[in-house]
């Protein structure tokens, strides 16, 4: 059980017992949807790393977030973004890879990402530098499913409310 309850009545409000970003509660929570490729009408997974589609580019006049440093919500530079995944589907960027200084590398929705390209920065508000490392991350490394697309994004969106402890509290 990843909640406790507050009270002792049916229906009471639970709190988070372990990591709530990784367990899937609250405002992290993913639906358990099917742990298989998205595919295009050709049959092709949806989602793939630009460096592996040598028919796809991105728009010049667009900013390239190749190279760019990744900064999280604490003002903690975590890495560099190495690539970025397309949605063959609906053309556009739907994620990047950062390939943390740390070692390894993650997933970050582009929806989590402001790109600051004067600065040559993305910020991510949402989490913080610590809590790259604990990305969910898909098995294969240039696929990705879509029970593991839910869980990436659910990690980032729980971050706006357990990444810091004063963020579960009212903003009043």
Same mark, same amino acid.
């Given at each position: 059980m990843t909640l406790r309850p507050t009270h002792g009545h049916?229906?009471?409000?639970?709190?988070?017992? *372990?990591?709530?970003?990784?367990?899937?509660?609250?405002?992290? !929570?993913w639906a358990? =949807? @099917?742990?298989?490729?998205?595919?295009?009408a050709d049959g092709r997974p949806r989602?793939?790393?630009?460096?592996g589609l040598p028919e796809f580019h991105l728009d010049p006049k667009d900013p390239d977030p190749r190279g760019m440093t990744v900064v999280?919500?604490?003002?903690?530079?975590v890495g560099k973004v190495s690539d970025v995944w397309i949605d063959l589907a609906e053309p556009q960027v739907r994620y990047l890879t950062v390939t943390l200084? *740390?070692?390894?590398?993650?997933?970050?929705?582009?929806?989590? !990402?402001?790109?600051? =390209? @004067?600065a040559g920065q993305i910020h991510v508000k949402s989490i913080f530098g610590h809590?790259?490392?604990?990305?969910?991350?898909?098995?294969?490394p240039d696929r990705i499913t879509i029970l593991e697309e839910d869980r990436v994004v659910a990690y980032y969106a729980g971050g706006y409310r357990f990444a810091e402890p004063?963020?579960?509290e009212p903003l009043y």
């Open positions: 049916p229906g009471a409000p639970g709190l988070p017992t *372990g990591n709530p970003m990784k367990d899937g509660v609250g405002a992290a !929570a358990d =949807r @099917a742990d298989r490729y998205d595919l295009t989602m793939q790393p630009l460096s999280a919500g604490d003002g903690v530079a200084d *740390g070692g390894g590398t993650t997933l970050l929705p582009m929806g989590f !990402a402001k790109i600051r =390209r @004067a809590h790259f490392a604990d990305v969910p991350q898909p098995r294969v004063s963020r579960n």
